[in-house]
């Protein structure tokens, strides 16, 4: 937790910093990147994101004022809501990646060898329950 905790205050500052988009944003941004059609329910992004589903909804309405998503109601229920990624919100990523990348490297990259890196993405892989030999969508913007 302190490690996270460490990486995303410096991850924070250096976006700040750089002009972009705030990390919170960054990451919804980055998970409707990835999504199946490029869209989510609300309430699943939200819980990708760990974030409230109030909190969620105050942060899609200043992403879509800003530009970078879309919401529209669910064409099967009518009931639900989907967020969309917009093409500004696309480049709002790619322009935060490499800062992001950055961050990253400087926190755990300088501190251990190429093998200590590959175990430690092994584990936090296993740990997240994501399969082996699934790529990091995030690895696309290097």
């Known amino acids: 937790m302190r490690l996270q905790t460490q990486i995303l205050s410096q991850v924070e500052t250096q976006f700040e910093k750089a002009g972009l988009i705030g ?3 960054y990451e919804v941004l980055i998970a409707l990147l990835y999504a ?3 869209r989510l329910r609300l ?3 939200a819980d990708k994101v760990g974030l ?3 909190g969620l909804t105050r942060m899609a309405d200043r992403l879509e004022k800003d530009g970078y998503l879309r919401r529209d109601r669910s064409p099967e229920d009518g009931r639900g ?3 969309h990624i917009c093409p500004s919100g696309r480049e709002a990523v790619r322009s935060a990646w490499p800062t992001f ?3 990253v ?3 755990l990259g300088q501190t251990m ?4 890196r590959l175990f430690l993405r092994r584990l936090c892989s296993r740990l997240l329950h994501i399969p082996e030999g699934v790529p990091d969508p995030q690895e696309a913007w290097q």
Do not use: H
Not at 113 to 116: A, C, L, S, V
């Open 52 to 54: 409230t589903r109030s």
């Open 81 to 83: 809501v989907y967020a």
């Open 23 to 25: 990390y919170r944003s």
């Open 105 to 107: 490297d400087q926190c």
């Open 113 to 116: 060898d190429t093998q200590e």
């Open 101 to 103: 990348r950055a961050c």
């Open 43 to 45: 309430s699943e992004l």
């Open 36 to 38: 199946d059609g490029n």
